[in-house]
């Protein structure tokens, strides 16, 4: 049977549901109800036609005739339409919440900590949420459309043959039942283990090949075909047995279902059969009978099916409800505010963070940044420099300490607020499988085409763009891989000044970058930086020499702080630092002459 965690899980979604969706519901149960009392009716009328035929006196009334004709045909037409329209209803309810559901799920993974996305398998995942989905439509159009109302209908009919026919009959549809429900019991656990374990083998076959699509060309450049096709197909043998496995015992199940089926029918049948024979009940009432067994045992063979629907379904919705249950770590205060701070202050006052609480990440950091400075972050790698551009977009929040923008703690700040007064360049720039123009207006898709084409000037694009066929129109690929790593550095840095934040923050946005592209993209910070505040988290030291304040990073903790010249008369770690990659460029350079 159904359990209480399935009817947990598929209320748990159901609670997600908008108003329109839950009246949707309702007015399928309330013509659940209906058919379940209209359905058992309508034998029943044709009883009365029968023993009208077989009893020659009663057919002498005309209004006996009509009326039993009459009453059978309007219970068949109520029962159709009302089945009908059910059906109706029940389409536009799943597709409704299909939609609702979807969406929900899609924005709460959203919203989940980056710890989750770091840790989590991208196929693995989207393989659970597809499946939730599946999932929670065949629980919900097997419970409504299958379950509830034959469990009504048979509750109806077992009422009518209890207090009109034999007791007899009735305990030995009940036997059958409680046979073929306890075999079904065994049946079904047996089967759900199976499912999981199915289940588990596809989600590793599906991370393991999107992983292996996500990096198809180290496969090419290594002749890693044969590696990476093992365990995929190791994975996907297993799925093969444990659907087999399923297979069989479906298969022994309904033989089973077969025989308690025809036994119960048989048994019923003949005591029917004697009762008329002896004159106990009149062959109306056996047509009513076999047709009520039919209605009462038939629906056993949908039963069942429905059940491991409904079991296969609430199988695939654990792993998504897990994943809903999963609590968002970064939520907007109750009280958080809208204002978005325009003059661009930012401090960290005594910060500290790990990312697994073991191993600490910043260590007591604490820094003010006036409006309109541009600071630079430098630091060995592992140093925690990425970590304060995430902390202060507040993609993680400090184990300690406060961090601060134009006097507002970004605790109470709204999000979306926070996000629309800071733009970031990454280090290693992705778009949107989409258009130029997509992934430049991303931040701002109001914009008009003369801010686009304003952008595209500052950030150097518009010879690039020139150069493609289709223009802003170009769709750039999957993560944008039909682009340069200048080009799409470019288009972020676009993307970036639409945005038009007051704090712009360039983490490492040069460093994989040629020498040439380098100096480009450069120049470009060094002009739309012009009165913003600008935070260029850097490895070549050459990229923040000319900022007003360079933060020295060390094991997590603020070394050094000052500026280019000053760090250099300290004799620190900074200008250890700035002697190596001197070093470095020189033997470079030599190394060209």
Known sequence: MVSEKEISLTGRFLSLLDVRAKLYIFCIVVLTFVLAVVIPLVPIAFKYIVDGFVEEDIFRSDAYYYWSILAYISLFAVSS??????????????????????????????????????????????????????GFRMAFGNIMLTLLPTLLQ???????????????????IACSVAAYSLAFGVATRRLTEIQRAALASRSRAVGRITDTMLNYDQIRYFNGESIVTEPIASALKGTEDSWRRYGRIRMYFGFLQSAFIVLCLSVTIYIATDDVYRGTIGVGDLVLINTYIIQLIKPLEALGLSFREVRQGTTFLEEMARIMAIPTEIRDAHDAIDDVPTRGGVQFERVSFSYDGVRPILRDVSFTISPGQIVGIVGQTGSGKSTIAKLLMRMYSPSEGTISIDGYDVRRLKQASLHQCIGIVPQDTTLFNDTIRFNIAFGRTNATNEDIDRVISSAGLTQTIARFPDGLETAVGERGNKLSGGERQRVAIARLILLGPSIYVFDEATSSLDSTTEKFIQETLDRIAVDRTTIIIAHRLSTIARADKILVLDGGAVAEIGTHEELLRKAGLYASLWRSQSQLRESEDSMLT
């Not at 559901?101 to 597809?130: A, C, K, Q, W, Y």
């Not at 048979?154 to 030995?172: H, N, R, S």
């Open 154 to 172: 048979l509750a109806v009919t077992a009422a009518i043959v209890l207090f009109v026919y034999p007791t007899v009959i009735l305990l030995v």
């Open 81 to 134: 339409a009302a089945v009908e329209v059910r059906g109706f209803l029940h389409v536009y309810a799943e597709q409704g919440i299909q939609r609702q559901l979807s969406i929900e799920v899609f924005l709460h993974v959203l919203s989940l900590p980056m710890t989750f996305h770091s840790n989590r398998n991208l196929g693995d995942l989207t393989e659970h949420i597809t499946n939730g989905l599946l």
